[in-house]
């Protein structure tokens, strides 16, 4: 059964601490991006990657890193720079990142990342 | 800077009925609009497309309708059904002159009721 996963469902962070959240895809696709959702407002892209080994900043990268060493498992990191973590962590998937292409990004079930 | 505007937050509609959602964007180079919807604590789901090149594209009770000249995009759902109750997305991209990263509205809440 094709699609993305992301785990956990729920985290809890510490002040200070970094945490990762999980997003695996099978679908065979070649890039991959994260957004936060907060309350009342829409998705914001906080980093993007087109290609393994390669990742672009999106519009609010700060207080995030990511890696992409395979091409089925983009983690997200939310380290303690991140001074206001609390929302919902949608990772999403396309089959490939190419100019001139009409590209449909899938969603995977998000995580909700909770301060304590 | 919002490049993708839902200006109406909530949408009430009978069950029977057609919904109509409304999406106004303003960077003139984005040409592959989308719809997605988005029940709550999920990823939001892959509705419909349509590329710029076209004004309409359908897709059983879903219909979206595009005048690049008014710079609007709307979603029809007909008829309007109880499952349909959730958190519409509009998104927009610039495929023709780069990568096509997504700028989404804030959605619209719909409601159906009985």
Redesign the interface.
């Known amino acids: 059964d094709g699609g993305?996963t992301?785990s956990p469902k729920y985290l809890f962070r510490k002040e200070g601490q970094n945490v990762t959240l999980s997003c695996e895809q099978n679908l065979n696709h070649d890039a991959m991006y994260w957004?936060r959702q907060d309350p009342?407002?829409?998705?914001?892209?906080i980093y993007?990657s087109?290609i393994v080994n390669d990742f672009q900043k999106?519009d609010i990268a700060e207080g995030y890193s990511v890696s992409r060493e395979k091409k089925e498992s983009f983690p997200l990191t939310v380290t303690s720079a991140q001074k206001n973590p609390t929302a919902?962590y949608?990772c999403?998937s396309s089959l490939r990142?190419?100019?001139?292409?009409?590209?449909?990004?899938?969603?995977?079930?998000?995580t909700?990342l909770l301060v304590l | 800077d919002q490049q993708?505007k839902?200006n109406s937050?909530s949408l009430s509609v009978q069950e029977g009925r057609i919904s109509i959602l409304n999406c106004d964007y303003t960077n003139s180079m984005f040409d592959?609009f989308?719809w997605?919807k988005k029940y709550p604590?999920?990823?939001?789901?892959?509705l419909i497309?349509i590329?710029s090149i076209k004004d309409k594209n359908e897709d059983g009770r879903f219909t979206v309708f595009l005048n690049k000249s008014a710079k609007h995009l709307s979603l029809h759902i007909v008829p309007s059904q109880p499952g349909d109750s959730a958190v519409y997305?509009c998104?927009a991209?610039a495929?023709?002159?780069?990568?096509?990263?997504?700028q989404?509205?804030?959605?619209t809440q719909v409601v159906v009721t009985p």
Do not use: C, H, M, N
């Open positions: 993305i992301q957004y009342g407002q829409g998705l914001r892209l993007y087109q999106g919902f949608l999403a990142g190419d100019r001139g292409r009409g590209e449909t990004q899938y969603f995977g079930p998000g909700r | 993708v839902q937050p592959y989308l997605y604590a999920e990823g939001p789901t892959f497309s590329s997305f998104a991209s495929q023709l002159r780069g990568w096509g990263k997504l989404f509205g804030a959605g």
